[in-house]
């Protein structure tokens, strides 16, 4: 029953696609509102189909229908269920299932907004795309990843997710948010597309696309920041981004977009950037598609690369078709692209904004170089090779350096031309701040030209971002800090705490192998580390040897090595004692060989660990606030009922700007 549910759900989003792409061409063509008001059906047709089919496939995982191959190769009677549900998604099958079940809540999304807008030439071509992009992925579960495959004969059970995936419950939220930032970004994709298609290039499109975008930024900010926790909860080397191949193909299109909400306020202010926006967007979806294939392809050696398919060159090959197609319509547009406005002064707003992008692009050209680049090379010689952290960050992290700066300086410019009183009245609190910082970070022992640059960078942009939310409050108390202006700035902060926690981890972190017998101590980086005793337990998910381990006289923690259910595979879990100031983390390296043996204890003590996670919830809160206008932000029409002339801009205001308008900014995770 699971596979015919599932079945009839794939054919219903495939048909919904597919009709509502037929439907919308043939009303454009012929001009009929009705028939485009008609795309309303196919829309919730597209959920009904994405709704049932997960659901059956959710109910197949719950009750251990074995009969599907799915299920058989990732379910497992002795899982608990929370990772028996996350498995739904641990796979390739799964995941392309996930995504097509977020793509059609986007599109209905779309539809609810636009309700009203349906005969509208734009959104009927957004309407297109999206329903072109949903039928790719419900054409690839209709072919190469079924995930309603019967088997003849079905085993009496499975062998479960991967060990690394029933570790942590941090598994069942780091995918989703992840998807629903790759999948958000086909919203604005969309609108873009069709501004190009029906010519409609002005700024119309942007102002209703830039929630949308913030949105799946947020969604795509918060994934990073939890796949980041779930690799320092579970893979127990001690740190938080690897530079891992597939972590990287999940950082590119962050940062396209990260570029891409920054320079859309150039456009939108002064009519600049057409190209470098529409290239962005275009890019920053690309890069969505570019990263499920690197991920789901099996052509890289990763931790999160669990399954390779005959998927990789179809997806390869809807990239290259994205591509291809997006290029071909700039081009075609090109002459209306054409800016009216042009930077007047490099020191300005829209001057830092170009820096800000120029470093944004190297740095996501440094992480594409660094990821493909093994795979070129084993494609052209058959040499296999390998880049690693070292690269990256020495290619990274001036450009992080230089994006702090930016962040600093940047808030505190007006549009189109700075004066140095201006630039020292808005600058000279913050720049106190960054002083006294450095001074205090050196008195509590702070050494490093790298680090210390770093913090008094972080101060400085830190600064710049609380004086604009003082002033925020001043004006409109606590609702100030709804809007893009200050919920920006509250992104900042995130940003600058993990920008902080990152510089302090790779200057001041220090760690030890100790061996220990029962009631013996030993001492690492000022703390106390004894080595109580050690147990063994099974439950009916896994098997674990623990070790009890008092840190500092106090609390008793449980580094372990388990093996679970139907796995040969053991699996190190760490058990990290987390503080405001500092963590200790422990990870068990060998067990005792006998009774009252040793144990080989790995102990890393890191400062601010916890401010990396703090500094990811604040850039979440904080993308959300930015994606709902302010008090005083004028109400008007829709942008998108109405074509947009070619060639115009927004209205210079007479005013110079006395406050800076500030926007999201981004730094190096």
């Not at 990811?616 to 109400?635: N, T």
């Amino acid at each position: 029953m699971n596979a015919a549910f599932g079945r009839a759900g794939v054919v219903l989003g495939f048909v919904a696609a597919l009709g509502g792409i037929v439907t919308i061409a043939l009303g454009l063509s012929g001009g009929r509102a009705g028939l485009l008001r008609q795309v309303r059906t196919y829309v919730w047709m597209l959920l009904a189909g994405a709704v049932l089919a997960f659901a059956a496939m959710e109910r197949a995982v719950v009750t251990r229908d074995f009969t599907l191959s799915y299920v058989a190769k990732v379910g497992s009677s002795r899982t608990p269920r929370l990772f028996n549900i996350a498995s739904t998604w641990s796979a390739l099958e799964g995941s392309i299932l996930l995504w097509a079940l977020l793509l059609a809540g986007y599109t209905v999304a779309v539809r609810v907004k636009f309700r009203r807008r349906l005969d509208d030439p734009l959104v009927a071509w957004a309407l297109i795309v999206m329903f072109a992009v949903s039928a790719f992925f419900f054409g690839l579960m209709l072919g190469p990843t079924n995930p309603f495959r019967t088997l003849t004969n079905p085993p009496l059970d499975g062998p479960g997710p991967n060990p690394l995936l029933q570790n942590h419950v941090l598994v069942a939220f780091h995918p989703p948010m992840l998807y629903l930032g790759f999948v958000g970004f086909t919203v604005p994709f969309a609108f873009a597309v069709a501004a190009l298609v029906t010519g409609r290039v002005g700024e119309g499109w942007l102002l209703e696309t830039r929630r949308w975008t913030i949105i799946a930024w947020g969604f795509l900010s918060a994934g990073l920041v939890l796949g980041a926790w779930w690799s320092y909860e579970v893979l127990g080397w001690g740190g938080f981004w690897a530079w891992d191949p597939v972590e990287n193909a999940s950082l590119l299109p962050w940062l396209t977009g990260t570029a891409y909400i920054h320079s859309v306020m150039v456009q939108e202010r002064r009519g600049m950037l057409r190209v470098w926006n529409l290239s962005l967007l275009c890019a920053t979806f690309s890069l969505t598609i570019l990263g499920t294939f690197l991920t789901r392809s099996g052509v890289l050696n990763s931790v999160h690369s669990f399954s390779a398919s005959t998927v990789g060159p179809l997806l390869l090959g809807f990239f290259a078709l994205i591509v291809v197609v997006t290029v071909g319509l700039i081009a075609w547009r090109g002459d209306r692209l054409r800016a009216p406005g042009r930077i007047d002064s490099p020191v300005s707003r829209e001057g830092a904004f170009l820096a800000n992008n120029l470093l944004f692009a190297a740095f996501a050209f440094v992480v594409l170089l660094g990821t493909v680049f093994p795979l070129i090379v084993e494609a052209v010689n058959g040499n296999r090779l390998s880049v690693g952290a070292p690269y990256f960050n020495r290619m990274t992290m001036p450009i992080g350096v230089a994006l702090l700066f930016i962040m600093a300086v940047a808030p505190a410019l007006p549009w189109r031309k700075a004066s140095m009183e201006t630039l020292s009245q808005r600058l000279l609190w913050p720049a106190w701040g960054a002083v006294g910082t450095v001074v205090v970070a050196v008195a509590l022992g702070a050494r490093g030209l790298v680090p210390l640059v770093a913090f008094a960078l972080a101060a400085f942009a830190a600064g710049a971002s609380l004086r604009q939310l003082v002033l925020a409050t001043r004006r409109q108390g606590w609702r100030g800090l709804v809007g893009r202006t200050n919920g920006g700035m509250i992104v900042h902060l995130g940003v600058i705490m993990i920008a902080v926690t990152v510089a302090a981890n790779s200057s001041y972190t220090r760690e030890a192998e100790v061996r220990l017998a029962p009631g013996q101590r030993r001492t690492v980086a000022g703390h106390t580390v004894e080595f109580v005793s050690f147990r063994e337990r099974a439950t009916k998910a896994a098997f674990a040897r623990e070790a009890l381990v008092r840190v500092d006289g106090g609390r008793i923690y449980t580094p372990a090595l388990k093996k679970f259910a139907n796995s040969v595979q053991e699996v190190g879990t760490p058990s990290v004692r987390s503080g405001l100031t500092e963590n200790v983390f422990l990870a068990l390296r060998e067990p005792p060989r006998g009774p009252g043996g040793t144990i080989l204890l790995r102990v890393i003590v890191q400062p601010l660990i916890v401010w990396l996670w703090t500094g990811g919830a604040v850039i979440f809160g904080g993308s959300f606030l930015a994606a709902f206008p302010g008090r005083r932000r004028r109400r008007g029409t829709d942008p998108a009922s109405a074509p947009v002339p070619t060639g115009t801009s927004p209205p210079l205001d007479p005013d110079p700007d006395p406050e800076p308008e500030p926007v999201l900014a981004g730094s190096a995770p």
